[in-house]
């Protein structure tokens, strides 16, 4: 399967603790997103990086926020201190800087956060 | 800022009826517009996209959206549904340059 996957695709927490989500992207993507989900929405844009720079981060993405995609492959989404308010869908995309889909995003399965 | 406003939360239809979902956007240049579906349990799948040429746009399992640039719309339909097509839809816009913006969507059920 050559999609973009996301691990894990649960993760329960408690109040406090730390989180971190994965997502390989399709291979030679260029561009990945980080978007959040939560219940009766659409996805919010969080961040999205450029190989491996970071361009843009939306003010949703507190402090206790970080990602990374250090080789410019795939990328890690870090929730520090989680709270109740963080459990949601967390999504990510990638999408080709050319080519006949350069304008698509394509959507990973999701990890969901649930923080008790 | 790009936004997106879908009208209809919560459709509901028999079999057999025709579908038209809302969808208008907020943005002042280019955009390239899409439908995703969401199926009870499962990841956003694409429908249909639109970024330029003919603006009726066919898309998968029946559907089509018409974008129509002096009303910022870009409307789903399609003439006959199935209680399979119970799910929630989402449209959504995007620049050439990065992110995508989502409306709140809208829940479809379809009753057999």
């Known amino acids: 399967d050559t999609g973009v996957s996301q691990d894990p695709r649960h993760k329960i927490t408690k109040r406090g603790q730390n989180v971190t989500f994965r997502c390989d992207p399709i291979?030679?993507?260029?561009?990945l997103y980080w978007y959040r989900q939560t219940l009766g929405q659409g996805p919010e844009f969080l961040t999205y990086f450029q190989n491996e720079a970071q361009l843009e981060k939306s003010r949703l993405l507190s402090d206790r926020f970080s990602a990374e995609r250090p080789k410019g492959s795939f990328s890690t989404l870090e929730i520090q201190r989680t709270e109740q308010g963080d459990s949601a869908m967390y999504l990510c995309?990638?999408?080709?800087?050319?080519?006949?889909?350069?304008?698509?995003?394509?959507f990973g399965p999701g990890t969901r956060l649930t923080v008790l | 800022a790009q936004s997106v406003s879908q009208h209809n939360h919560h459709v509901i239809l028999s079999e057999a009826a025709s579908l038209e979902l809302g969808c208008n956007y907020s943005y002042g240049g280019t955009v390239n517009l899409f439908w995703y579906v969401q199926y009870p349990g499962q990841h956003l799948q694409l429908l249909l996209k639109y970024f330029s040429g003919d603006p009726l746009v066919k898309g998968i399992k029946g559907f089509e959206a018409e974008f129509i640039k002096s009303k910022f719309s870009f409307n789903l339909r399609k003439p006959s549904v199935q209680w399979s097509d119970t799910a929630e839809y989402f449209c959504a816009v995007n620049t050439n340059a990065g992110k995508s913006t989502f409306g709140d969507g809208t829940t479809l059920t379809v009753k057999p």
């Open positions: 995309a990638s999408r080709p800087l050319a080519g006949e889909s350069y304008n698509e995003q394509f």
């Open positions: 291979s030679e993507h260029n561009r």
